[in-house]
């Protein structure tokens, strides 16, 4: 297919077009979870596995999507929306906190949210990996963006005479590898820890990056 397939307008059952379009494109990405997140994974769902999981037809799926990689690619952003907005909300709630009470609820509520859904999980990190320089890209986008907000916080901690004034990103970036590795190993199974466990032990990692030996409490 070259382009998507002309969707119908006008209004339905008591829905419109748009809504109609919306309502299918959300049962699309739910059976993508599914599938995608789960059994029997991206590579091997069909867009016609993809349309029955969905209750659509293939030429629903063409009215909203080229190709399975457009799902992935919609999906993997959406996984990653729903955790950045759990942390946002977390950063507001704990502004107040002390810098090690501050980045303790922050990564929690990461952790939280993607480690919720098992899916989520496997999405994020194991089923965007190898399937495209164009899914690459986006994935490396994505983990940009965790390195600004952790760069930001940082930032934010040196502002307020917690953290050692730096440049941060290198840190950051080693710092993200950190968090995703770990998450993905708790998830398999393959760390011995509780997920409060695991989060103390990327909040003592972060502290150690902001306040490094020899640093003074209070110096800017």
């Given at each position: 297919m070259t382009g998507r397939l002309r969707a119908p307008t006008g209004r339905y059952g008591g829905k419109t077009a748009a809504e109609r379009q919306a309502e299918r494109r959300r049962r699309f990405l739910d059976a993508a979870l599914q599938l995608f997140g789960d059994s029997p994974g991206y590579r091997a769902t069909t867009v016609a596995a993809l349309s029955e999981a969905a209750g659509l037809s293939t030429r629903q799926f063409y009215e909203e999507f080229r190709t399975l990689e457009d799902v992935l690619a919609a999906l993997h952003l959406e996984v990653n929306d729903w955790a950045t907005a759990a942390v946002l909300a977390a950063v507001a709630d704990a502004d107040q906190l002390p810098l090690t009470e501050r980045a303790a609820a922050i990564f929690r509520a990461y952790a939280a949210n993607v480690t919720s859904d098992p899916r989520r999980v496997r999405i994020t990190?194991?089923?965007?990996?190898?399937?495209?320089?164009?899914?690459?890209?986006?994935?490396?986008?994505?983990?940009?963006?965790?390195?600004?907000?952790?760069?930001?916080?940082?930032?934010?901690?040196?502002?307020?005479?917690?953290?050692?004034?730096?440049?941060?990103?290198?840190?950051?970036?080693?710092?993200?590898?950190?968090?995703?590795?770990?998450?993905?190993?708790?998830?398999?199974?393959?760390?011995?820890?509780?997920?409060?466990?695991?989060?103390?032990?990327?909040?003592?990692?972060?502290?150690?990056?902001?306040?490094?030996?020899?640093?003074?409490?209070?110096?800017?």
């Open positions: 990190f194991v089923e965007i990996i190898g399937v495209s320089a164009r899914m690459e890209e986006q994935r490396l986008a994505r983990r940009a963006h965790w390195v600004d907000l952790v760069c930001a916080e940082a930032e934010r901690a040196v502002s307020r005479g917690e953290a050692a004034p730096r440049d941060f990103r290198l840190a950051a970036t080693a710092f993200i590898g950190s968090v995703n590795g770990l998450l993905h190993d708790w998830n398999a199974g393959w760390v011995d820890a509780t997920l409060d466990e695991v989060v103390e032990e990327l909040v003592r990692q972060l502290v150690g990056i902001l306040q490094p030996p020899g640093w003074e409490s209070g110096r800017v």
